[in-house]
């Protein structure tokens, strides 16, 4: 399955009603299987610096094929692949970050959120790739 | 005036109801007047390489406040500012990127497009801008 | 209100009246709310390195709307956001860029100071945002 | 001899005087020998996609210790060093990057200017150089 413009669509709304529920405004980054590009919005009010972050989580879940926190485990101190948060341009390993999957388990792109704390962050991009038609 | 999501959003259905019409698929940017990624859509079957394009495109438009294909009188052969294209990380001096001004010719962000031939995308983002509620 | 060469010019002027006061030489970066350079002034004997310090502590304030140091609280170690850092090109999360916003509490800019140490140049910022008229 | 703040700031004078005189609003960077930024100013008005320009105007100047369209005479077409505008990060080959040499013909550094048309930009950054005390 292939992410279409109705599903980042889909994704994006569900992202943005759970953040207004929330009170809080975030930009939402939709990425297709290929890390690249499908869909963003900036709410308005959402700060400036949270644009690329949550560029920046959507390309850590992609390209990790899992959500973005759990690439903190590879990188914190102590764990065994040191600064591989340096990678690729740059991930960001922490909440925010999902992978998105279709049915049968296939990566098909990630959604990145930010703007919120990085709880309310981490609890909208799930809501968001929870609305992905399966 | 400052741009809204709906602003937006207003731009970016205009700019994919008229390349529907054209029968070709774009990406479309919206940015700030700071140059910032107010939002972003890619239609399905939309290149990947015209992703950048379009972002590249509504920044040219918007750094040097008007159309991205203005920016070529200055550094077409012969003309006086050889190479101003590789400033600001790289302009896109063509055309499919135009300014967004308010009532009072303020400027306040830009629209850029990229997906189908450069006539095709210049269309789509006169189209887009002419959307905009002033 | 926009931020304009008379308040950048100000600003400069009394981050350069501490300085001198505290017997130290330091660079002063002016952004605006967009996060483009209105004004730098590298006074006579600041080390090179703080050049880039003091545009990218500005930077930093400008686009998470926050003083600098502010951020360090997101991204040191046990904090929920780890290598925010790496975002935006590099972030500076530490003493010294402050924001500047006008009497509506709006964001217009940042200024940024760096050659000192890290309290020194924090006093800087923090005397400098002060002489914005409002 | 050493560029001062005091010289770098008699420079942009001398190019806001030139500007106003001219009625275009321009961007002027003043770079040290080592190609460092020493001062930069903004004049209200000026376009965000000059800002980039006069640096690279001045990088361009004091890399080579000439004026900064001198070296369109080494990459236009059919000229020895073909593509060489690619190198140091992207020049801006054109006019309004001026060299700053001591009394004794030392290099200490650079102006550039960017904003108005290119021969204004020239005229300017010219008229700011003849303004450094020697």
Redesign the interface.
Known sequence: MQL??DG?HGIIAAAQDRAAALGVAVNVAVLDA?G?????????GA???????AL?KAKTAVLFACDSEAV?DY???GAPAHAL??SNG??????GGVALTDAAGGLIGAVGVSGG???QDLEIARAAAAALPR
């Open positions: 279409t413009s980042a290929g690249h590009l499908k869909a963003f919005d900036r709410m308005d700060v400036l610096g949270s644009i690329d972050l920046r903190w990188c914190r101190p948060e340096l740059g991930l960001a390993p922490f909440g704390a990085v709880d």
